[in-house]
C-alpha cells in the first residue's frame, strides 16, 4: 500500500514555503507542503503551522521554493485557510519596506496590520456573539460541539476547541463560524458601531386636507403647547424637505411631552431613522457645491504639481475649505477606476468628514478604525480586497489594508503626532508609509495642514515636493481675535475666578447670553496631577513607573497615566500622619468642576480619555455639542482635532505655559501647532471667532507668532535652531531604549551598547542617559539617541550597523534581562 501511495505521488514536487508568523522572531521558518495541497499553495495566502511543541499560528505565505532548510527539518504545513490570496504582493512588500525602515521584525508588522480574526492563534479566545440569533439545527457537528461548550464556558481559546474536537486544526471550523457571525474574539468583543438615530416627524395624511386641519386645531385650542409644536411643524415643512423632533422643540418653545400627546392623538407620526451625525447645508448633503475662485485656482494649482511631483504638500489656514478640494481630487480618481485612502489623525473626532463623504459617494465609502470590533474590520478588509469600496477612510491602521488599485492617499492634519505608532513596533509613521504604499501603486499623495510639519514643508521647499498654498478662510470668514491675558498681572489685580481670568469669564458670559458655544482647552486630564503633603512635602507615586499620581474625583483615586495603576486617595500622610494633604496644579476633571459652580446654569461636558473610553461616548458628546445641548465643552488636545461647529465663538486655553515649556527639540513647533489648531475652532461660520490665551509669559516668541498667524517666521527661527543642533530634517534620529528591571545592570548594559555604537558612529551617539519618565512597569530605562546627516552616511547602511551591533550585544551574557526598542524617526 505504502509503495503504490510513492507510486502515486512520485511525479508530485516537494514544495517548501517560508512563511510570516505574527510574532517578533528574527528570521522567518520555513515549512513543507504535503502533496496534496500543492494545488492550492499560493503567495498571501493564510496556511496554518506549527510553531514550538504545540502551538498553532496563522501564517502569511511570503514565497514558495523546492529548497529544504539547511539548519532544521521542515514540519509540515497543517492547513490552508484561503481559497485566494488575503495579503497582495505589494502588501508583502510594504511589510517588508517597514521591518527594514522601522527596524523590526516583520511577523510585528504582521501582527499590527491583520485584524485578529484572520490571525488566530492557539491562545486566542473565542465567545459566542449573544447578540446574533441563529438555528443550532442548521450547524454542522463541529460547529454544534463549539457552540454547546461555550453555552456550558463563556470563553474557550482555539487550544481548548482542539482538544473538544480531537484535531489539531481547527481554524477552518472557526473561520466558518466567523463567517456566520457566531462567534467573537474575546478581546475584540464590544457593541457593534451604532449609527446615529434621529426621529423625524410628519403630519398624519388625513390631517393634509385643510378642513380636517381645522378641526385638529379646534381640539387643541385647550392644549396651546401642542398647538405651537403643530404650528411649528406646518412652517417648518414648508422651509424643508425633512422635520426632526428636536427641529420642532427648537422653534415652538414645546416639550418633548407635547410632541409625544401629539403622537399618542395620531396627528403626527414618527419615524426613526440613521442620520449623518453632523447637519451641513442641503446643497452640502446632496454633494452639490461650488469652489470659490480661491479653491478653483489652488485646484488647478494641485492637479498640476501633481503631474510632475507624487507628493504635494497643500497649505491652508484653518476653515479655508480644503475638504471640498478633496471631494473634487476624489471624484476624479473615482472616474478613473481606481481607488482612494484619506488617512485621519483621529478617526473617531472627524465623523463629520465620514458624513460628508459619505453624502458625496454613497455606498463606495468605507471606514477603517479601532473603534470597529473585529468582524467589522475583517469584513472592511475583504471589501478593499474585492475592490468593493472605492473610498477608504481610516486612521493610521488603514495604511495595511490590500488596495486593488491605489490612485490618490489624502493625509489629512498630516503634521499629527497621532500618525505615528509609539508602542508597540512596528513604530512607524503612517504619513511616511502612505508616500512609500504610493509609490508601490504609481499613486499621488496629497498631504494637508493648516500648521505643517517642518519636515514636510522643507521638502517643500527643496522642491522635493510640490506645494500649494490657501491663505484665507473660506467664504471671506476672518480668523478669530486673539487676546493674550497675563495670569500673572491678574492674579495681583485679583480679578481671578478660579483658573479663570476676568477677561475670559467676560467672553464666556457674553457668548452664553447670545446662545454661543465655548471651547477651553487644557492640556492635561484628570482633577489635579499632583497631592503633596504641606508638612514633608511628600507625594504619593506609582508602585511600577517613576511619576507622581494624578487624582480623578470622578472615581476618588489616584491613577497612573502610563500603566494604569490606581490607589485610594490618602487622608493622611504616609510619610509623616500630616492631615495637611494639599492637591496642585488642574486638569480638565477640575476646570469642569470649577465651572459648574461659577457657571451653574450652563451645559458644561469635558472631552478627555476618561469621558471617551466607551464606544459611543465620544459620538453622543459630538452630537450634543452639534445640536447645541453643551454650551462649554472643556478637553485636553482631543477638541483641537477636526471639530468644526457653527455655534463655536470662543475659545480658552487655560495655560498655554504647559505646553510651551516642555523639554523637546520640537516643542516650540508643536505648541504652535496645538495653540493655532485650537484657535482654529473658533468662528467658523458666519460670526468671527475669539481666543484668549491665558499665560505667564505674554511677550514668549511663539504665542505672539500665534496671534500673527507667521508661521514663516516660526519655520525660519526652529530650522536655524535644528541646523545648528543637529535636529531633523537636516538630521536623521534613530533612538534606542534599553530597559531592564535593575538599574545597575541597566546602566552597564545601556554604557556597554553606547560604546560599541561610538565604536562605528562616533560622536553621533549621546547617551546613555535616563528619559524624562525612567521607570515605566517595573522596567527601568536608559536612551541612546543617534543622529545621521542626510548627506554623508547612508542610513540604510547605518541600520545594518546598529542590527549587527544590538545582535551580537544581545549573544553576550551582561544582555540577560534586557529589552532593546530601536525608535526610527522617533517624534
Request: charged share 25%; proline share 4%.
Given at each position: 500500500?505504502?509503495?503504490?501511495a510513492e507510486?502515486?505521488?512520485?511525479?508530485?514536487k516537494?514544495?517548501?514555503i517560508e512563511?510570516i508568523l505574527?510574532l517578533?522572531?528574527a528570521k522567518?521558518?520555513t515549512?513543507?507542503v504535503?502533496y496534496?495541497?500543492n494545488?492550492a499553495?499560493?503567495?498571501?495566502k493564510?496556511?496554518?503551522v506549527q510553531?514550538?511543541?504545540?502551538?498553532l499560528?496563522?501564517?502569511i505565505?511570503l514565497?514558495?521554493g523546492e529548497?529544504?532548510p539547511?539548519k532544521?527539518e521542515a514540519?509540515?504545513?497543517l492547513?490552508?485557510?484561503?481559497?485566494?490570496p488575503?495579503v497582495?504582493?505589494a502588501?508583502?512588500?510594504l511589510w517588508?519596506?517597514i521591518?527594514?525602515y522601522?527596524?523590526?521584525h516583520?511577523?510585528?508588522v504582521?501582527h499590527?496590520?491583520?485584524?485578529?480574526?484572520?490571525?488566530?492563534a492557539?491562545?486566542?479566545?473565542?465567545v459566542?456573539n449573544?447578540?446574533?440569533?441563529?438555528?443550532?439545527?442548521?450547524l454542522?457537528?463541529?460547529?454544534?460541539?463549539?457552540?454547546?461548550a461555550l453555552?456550558?464556558?463563556p470563553e474557550l481559546?482555539?487550544s481548548d476547541?482542539?482538544?473538544l474536537?480531537?484535531?489539531k486544526?481547527?481554524m477552518?471550523?472557526?473561520?466558518?463560524?466567523f463567517e456566520?457571525?457566531i462567534i467573537?474574539?474575546?478581546?475584540?468583543?464590544?457593541?457593534?458601531?451604532?449609527?446615529?438615530?434621529?426621529?423625524?416627524?410628519?403630519?398624519?395624511?388625513?390631517y393634509?386636507?385643510q378642513?380636517n386641519?381645522?378641526?385638529v386645531?379646534?381640539?387643541l385650542?385647550?392644549?396651546?403647547?401642542?398647538?405651537?409644536?403643530?404650528?411649528?411643524?406646518i412652517?417648518?415643512?414648508?422651509q424643508?424637505k425633512s422635520?426632526s423632533?428636536n427641529d420642532?422643540?427648537?422653534?415652538?418653545g414645546?416639550?418633548?411631552?407635547?410632541?409625544?400627546?401629539?403622537?399618542?392623538?395620531e396627528?403626527f407620526?414618527?419615524?426613526?431613522v440613521?442620520?449623518?451625525?453632523?447637519?451641513?447645508?442641503?446643497e452640502e448633503?446632496?454633494g452639490?457645491?461650488n469652489?470659490?475662485?480661491?479653491q478653483q485656482?489652488?485646484?488647478?494649482?494641485?492637479?498640476?504639481q501633481l503631474?510632475?511631483k507624487d507628493?504635494?504638500?497643500l497649505?491652508g489656514?484653518?476653515s479655508?475649505g480644503?475638504?471640498?478640494?478633496?471631494v473634487r481630487?476624489?471624484?476624479?480618481m473615482?472616474?478613473t477606476?481606481?481607488?482612494?485612502?484619506y488617512?485621519?489623525p483621529e478617526?473617531a473626532?472627524?465623523?463629520?468628514i465620514?458624513?460628508r463623504?459619505?453624502?458625496?459617494f454613497v455606498?463606495s465609502?468605507?471606514?477603517?478604525h479601532s473603534?470597529?470590533?473585529?468582524?467589522?474590520?475583517?469584513?472592511?478588509?475583504q471589501?478593499?480586497?474585492?475592490?468593493?469600496?472605492?473610498?477608504v477612510?481610516g486612521?493610521?491602521?488603514?495604511?495595511?489594508?490590500?488596495?486593488?488599485?491605489l490612485?490618490?492617499i489624502?493625509?489629512?492634519?498630516?503634521?499629527?503626532?497621532s500618525?505615528k505608532?509609539?508602542?508597540?513596533?512596528?513604530?512607524y509613521?503612517?504619513?511616511?508609509?502612505?508616500?512609500?504604499?504610493a509609490?508601490l501603486?504609481?499613486?499621488?499623495?496629497?498631504?494637508?495642514s493648516?500648521?505643517?510639519?517642518f519636515?514636510?514643508y522643507f521638502n517643500?521647499r527643496?522642491h522635493?515636493?510640490?506645494?500649494a498654498?490657501?491663505?484665507?478662510?473660506?467664504?471671506?470668514?476672518?480668523l478669530?481675535?486673539t487676546e493674550v491675558?497675563s495670569?500673572?498681572?491678574?492674579?495681583?489685580q485679583?480679578?481671578?475666578?478660579?483658573?479663570?481670568t476676568?477677561?475670559l469669564m467676560?467672553?464666556i458670559e457674553?457668548?452664553?447670553a447670545n446662545?454661543?458655544?465655548?471651547?477651553l482647552f487644557?492640556?492635561r486630564?484628570?482633577?489635579?496631577?499632583?497631592l503633596?503633603?504641606?508638612?514633608?512635602?511628600?507625594t504619593?507615586k506609582c508602585i511600577?513607573?517613576?511619576?507622581?499620581?494624578?487624582y480623578?474625583?470622578?472615581?476618588?483615586?489616584?491613577h497612573?497615566h502610563y500603566?494604569g495603576y490606581?490607589?485610594?486617595?490618602p487622608v493622611?500622610?504616609?510619610?509623616?500622619?500630616?492631615?495637611?494633604l494639599e492637591?496642585?496644579?488642574?486638569g480638565?476633571e477640575?476646570?469642569?468642576?470649577?465651572?459648574?459652580m461659577i457657571l451653574?446654569?450652563?451645559?458644561?461636558?469635558r472631552?478627555?480619555?476618561?469621558?471617551?473610553?466607551?464606544?459611543n461616548a465620544?459620538?453622543?458628546?459630538l452630537?450634543?455639542?452639534?445640536?447645541k445641548?453643551?454650551?462649554?465643552?472643556?478637553?485636553t488636545?482631543?477638541?483641537?482635532?477636526?471639530l468644526?461647529?457653527?455655534?463655536?465663538?470662543?475659545?480658552?486655553?487655560i495655560?498655554?505655559?504647559s505646553?510651551?515649556?516642555?523639554?523637546d527639540y520640537?516643542a516650540?513647533?508643536?505648541?504652535?501647532?496645538?495653540l493655532?489648531?485650537v484657535s482654529g475652532r473658533?468662528?467658523?461660520r458666519?460670526?468671527?471667532?475669539?481666543?484668549?490665551?491665558q499665560?505667564?509669559?505674554?511677550?514668549?516668541?511663539v504665542?505672539?507668532?500665534?496671534?500673527?498667524?507667521?508661521?514663516h517666521d516660526?519655520?525660519?527661527t526652529?530650522?536655524?535652531e535644528?541646523?545648528?543642533f543637529?535636529?531633523?530634517?537636516?538630521y536623521?534620529i534613530?533612538?534606542?531604549?534599553?530597559?531592564?528591571?535593575?538599574?545597575?545592570?541597566l546602566y552597564?548594559?545601556s554604557?556597554?551598547?553606547?560604546n560599541?555604537l561610538?565604536?562605528q558612529f562616533g560622536?553621533?551617539?549621546?547617551?546613555?542617559h535616563?528619559?524624562?519618565?525612567?521607570?515605566?512597569?517595573n522596567?527601568?530605562?536608559q536612551?541612546?539617541?543617534?543622529?545621521?546627516?542626510?548627506?554623508?552616511?547612508?542610513?540604510?547602511k547605518?541600520?545594518?550597523v546598529?542590527?549587527?551591533?544590538?545582535?551580537?550585544?544581545?549573544?553576550?551574557k551582561?544582555?540577560k534581562?534586557s529589552?532593546?526598542q530601536p525608535?526610527?524617526d522617533?517624534?
Amino acid at each position: 500500500m505504502l509503495e503504490f501511495a510513492e507510486a502515486q505521488h512520485a511525479d508530485r514536487k516537494t514544495l517548501f514555503i517560508e512563511v510570516i508568523l505574527p510574532l517578533a522572531i528574527a528570521k522567518n521558518y520555513t515549512y513543507r507542503v504535503p502533496y496534496e495541497m500543492n494545488e492550492a499553495i499560493e503567495i498571501g495566502k493564510r496556511v496554518v503551522v506549527q510553531f514550538g511543541k504545540s502551538k498553532l499560528y496563522t501564517a502569511i505565505i511570503l514565497s514558495i521554493g523546492e529548497k529544504a532548510p539547511e539548519k532544521y527539518e521542515a514540519k509540515y504545513v497543517l492547513e490552508v485557510l484561503d481559497d485566494k490570496p488575503l495579503v497582495t504582493h505589494a502588501q508583502l512588500q510594504l511589510w517588508q519596506w517597514i521591518s527594514e525602515y522601522y527596524m523590526c521584525h516583520i511577523g510585528e508588522v504582521m501582527h499590527a496590520a491583520l485584524p485578529s480574526v484572520l490571525k488566530l492563534a492557539s491562545e486566542t479566545r473565542i465567545v459566542l456573539n449573544k447578540g446574533f440569533e441563529y438555528d443550532r439545527t442548521q450547524l454542522h457537528d463541529k460547529e454544534f460541539l463549539i457552540a454547546e461548550a461555550l453555552d456550558l464556558q463563556p470563553e474557550l481559546t482555539v487550544s481548548d476547541i482542539a482538544k473538544l474536537l480531537g484535531q489539531k486544526t481547527v481554524m477552518p471550523v472557526l473561520k466558518m463560524m466567523f463567517e456566520k457571525n457566531i462567534i467573537h474574539i474575546s478581546e475584540e468583543v464590544n457593541d457593534k458601531y451604532k449609527p446615529r438615530k434621529r426621529t423625524f416627524i410628519s403630519l398624519n395624511p388625513l390631517y393634509r386636507d385643510q378642513d380636517n386641519l381645522r378641526e385638529v386645531f379646534t381640539i387643541l385650542e385647550r392644549a396651546p403647547k401642542q398647538a405651537d409644536a403643530l404650528l411649528a411643524y406646518i412652517k417648518l415643512s414648508r422651509q424643508q424637505k425633512s422635520v426632526s423632533k428636536n427641529d420642532i422643540i427648537e422653534a415652538s418653545g414645546a416639550g418633548a411631552a407635547a410632541i409625544k400627546a401629539l403622537l399618542d392623538k395620531e396627528v403626527f407620526v414618527a419615524e426613526e431613522v440613521n442620520v449623518s451625525r453632523l447637519l451641513y447645508e442641503a446643497e452640502e448633503e446632496t454633494g452639490l457645491f461650488n469652489l470659490s475662485d480661491t479653491q478653483q485656482t489652488v485646484l488647478d494649482d494641485v492637479r498640476r504639481q501633481l503631474e510632475d511631483k507624487d507628493t504635494v504638500l497643500l497649505y491652508g489656514v484653518t476653515s479655508s475649505g480644503k475638504t471640498q478640494l478633496y471631494v473634487r481630487l476624489i471624484e476624479e480618481m473615482i472616474a478613473t477606476g481606481r481607488q482612494v485612502l484619506y488617512l485621519l489623525p483621529e478617526i473617531a473626532l472627524t465623523t463629520h468628514i465620514i458624513e460628508r463623504l459619505r453624502a458625496y459617494f454613497v455606498a463606495s465609502i468605507g471606514v477603517y478604525h479601532s473603534r470597529f470590533n473585529d468582524n467589522e474590520r475583517a469584513e472592511v478588509w475583504q471589501k478593499v480586497l474585492n475592490n468593493e469600496y472605492k473610498v477608504v477612510l481610516g486612521a493610521r491602521s488603514s495604511v495595511f489594508l490590500p488596495f486593488a488599485d491605489l490612485g490618490l492617499i489624502i493625509v489629512d492634519e498630516e503634521h499629527e503626532t497621532s500618525y505615528k505608532q509609539f508602542d508597540p513596533a512596528p513604530r512607524y509613521n503612517a504619513r511616511d508609509v502612505a508616500i512609500f504604499l504610493a509609490n508601490l501603486y504609481k499613486g499621488k499623495v496629497l498631504l494637508g495642514s493648516a500648521t505643517p510639519s517642518f519636515e514636510s514643508y522643507f521638502n517643500a521647499r527643496i522642491h522635493k515636493y510640490g506645494l500649494a498654498e490657501m491663505i484665507e478662510r473660506f467664504g471671506g470668514v476672518e480668523l478669530p481675535v486673539t487676546e493674550v491675558v497675563s495670569i500673572t498681572a491678574e492674579t495681583k489685580q485679583k480679578t481671578m475666578q478660579s483658573h479663570f481670568t476676568g477677561v475670559l469669564m467676560k467672553d464666556i458670559e457674553e457668548a452664553l447670553a447670545n446662545k454661543e458655544q465655548v471651547i477651553l482647552f487644557q492640556n492635561r486630564r484628570g482633577y489635579a496631577p499632583l497631592l503633596m503633603c504641606r508638612i514633608c512635602a511628600h507625594t504619593p507615586k506609582c508602585i511600577n513607573c517613576d511619576v507622581s499620581l494624578t487624582y480623578h474625583k470622578s472615581s476618588g483615586k489616584l491613577h497612573c497615566h502610563y500603566c494604569g495603576y490606581k490607589e485610594d486617595s490618602p487622608v493622611i500622610c504616609p510619610a509623616c500622619g500630616s492631615t495637611h494633604l494639599e492637591y496642585k496644579g488642574f486638569g480638565t476633571e477640575k476646570i469642569e468642576d470649577e465651572l459648574r459652580m461659577i457657571l451653574p446654569n450652563a451645559r458644561v461636558a469635558r472631552m478627555d480619555m476618561d469621558t471617551t473610553r466607551s464606544r459611543n461616548a465620544l459620538q453622543n458628546m459630538l452630537n450634543d455639542l452639534e445640536e447645541k445641548k453643551i454650551d462649554i465643552l472643556v478637553g485636553t488636545q482631543m477638541v483641537a482635532k477636526g471639530l468644526d461647529f457653527s455655534g463655536v465663538t470662543v475659545i480658552g486655553i487655560i495655560n498655554a505655559d504647559s505646553l510651551l515649556r516642555f523639554p523637546d527639540y520640537r516643542a516650540n513647533e508643536r505648541s504652535y501647532q496645538m495653540l493655532a489648531q485650537v484657535s482654529g475652532r473658533a468662528g467658523r461660520r458666519g460670526k468671527r471667532g475669539k481666543v484668549v490665551i491665558q499665560t505667564y509669559d505674554t511677550n514668549h516668541r511663539v504665542i505672539k507668532q500665534v496671534i500673527e498667524n507667521d508661521y514663516h517666521d516660526l519655520y525660519f527661527t526652529e530650522m536655524e535652531e535644528r541646523k545648528s543642533f543637529h535636529y531633523p530634517p537636516y538630521y536623521r534620529i534613530v533612538n534606542l531604549d534599553i530597559k531592564h528591571k535593575d538599574p545597575e545592570v541597566l546602566y552597564n548594559q545601556s554604557v556597554y551598547l553606547a560604546n560599541e555604537l561610538r565604536k562605528q558612529f562616533g560622536e553621533r551617539v549621546i547617551g546613555p542617559h535616563p528619559p524624562l519618565v525612567s521607570r515605566i512597569r517595573n522596567y527601568y530605562i536608559q536612551a541612546i539617541m543617534l543622529k545621521f546627516e542626510k548627506d554623508g552616511l547612508s542610513i540604510n547602511k547605518a541600520k545594518t550597523v546598529i542590527r549587527d551591533i544590538i545582535t551580537q550585544f544581545q549573544t553576550t551574557k551582561l544582555s540577560k534581562g534586557s529589552i532593546i526598542q530601536p525608535d526610527v524617526d522617533p517624534y
